[in-house]
C-alpha cells in the first residue's frame, strides 16, 4: 500500500477510535465499579456520580467540582483542532523488544488493541481557530504514555517536521516517564528530544508545552520542560520523582500540594494554569501573537 492510502487508512482508523470512545467510556472501565459501562462515573476528586455522556459533552471536566479527567490522545485532538484539519504523520514506526523483556510485546499488542493506537504518542498537523500548528499528543492509556525508543523517535520527528513546515509546536504531555522495559534506550530518548527542541528553537520557532494530568519522570526532565511557554491543566501532577522518594531521600514531609499544577505555578515552573475551557482559546491566541511573517 503507498503512504496516501496509508494515512487515509490512518485517518479512518482515527475517526473510528473517536466513536469507540464515545461508546465505550474507558473513565468507567477504570472507576473499578460496577456500574455499567458507558452510563456512570465517579468524579475522583468530589466522588460524585456524573453521567458519562454528559461528561464527555463537558470536556471531560466534572460538573460539580471542575475536576479535570484525563483525556485520550484521540479526544484531545478533536476537542483542541478545527474540525478535519489533522493531518497525522509519523506512521508506521514499530516499537522493538532491544532489552528482551519478558512479557513487553505482548504487553504492546494489548494496548494496542485497547487504545487502538500504535503507540502513545501522536503528532501531526493541525490548525486551532485556523492557526496552523505541528500538534504531538500523549496518551496515558498506552502503557502510561510512557517513553519508549518510538515515542521519543516521534516527538523528535514533531520538531523536525516543524523546522520543514516553518512552524510552532504544540505539546500535550502525560506520561509516567521513561520506559522501563526499553532500559536506557528509554533514557538516551530524554537527550535526542531534548536535542530536537534546541534545533527547533534556534530557527526561532515557537514551542508550547502543554503539562497534563499526570506528567512525571523522564518526560518532565526532557522536552516537557522546554517549551517557550509552559502551560499546565487545573490541578495536574507535573514532576519527576513521586512524592514518597522525595521524602525518604530528603527526610522531609513536602508542603501540601506538592507537584500539583497551583504550587509549580508558585514556583514559577510553570507559566499559567489554564482550565480546559479556555485552552483552544489561549493557544490560538499565543500562537497568532508569534506569527511569523516570512
Ligand atoms: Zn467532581
Redesign the pocket.
Known sequence: MNKIGQTINHRKKLKQNIKLIHEESLFVKNSGTDVPSGLYEK??????T?NTKLNIENDYI??????HFRMRAIDRINFILDQDTFIEKGIGYITLNPLFQNGYEEKISEYKKLTNLDEAYVYGFGQIFGEPCVIGVMDSYFLMGSMGSVVGEKVAKTFEYAIYKKLPVIIFCASGGARMQEGIFSLMQMAKTSAAVAKHSSFGYLYISVLTDPTTGGVTASFASLGDITLAEPNALIGFAGPRVIEQTINQKLPEGFQRSEFLLKKGFVDQIVNRKDLKKTLAKLLSLHRRVN
Open positions: 468524579c475522583p476528586q468530589c466522588d460524585k456524573i466534572c460538573k460539580h467540582c471542575g475536576y
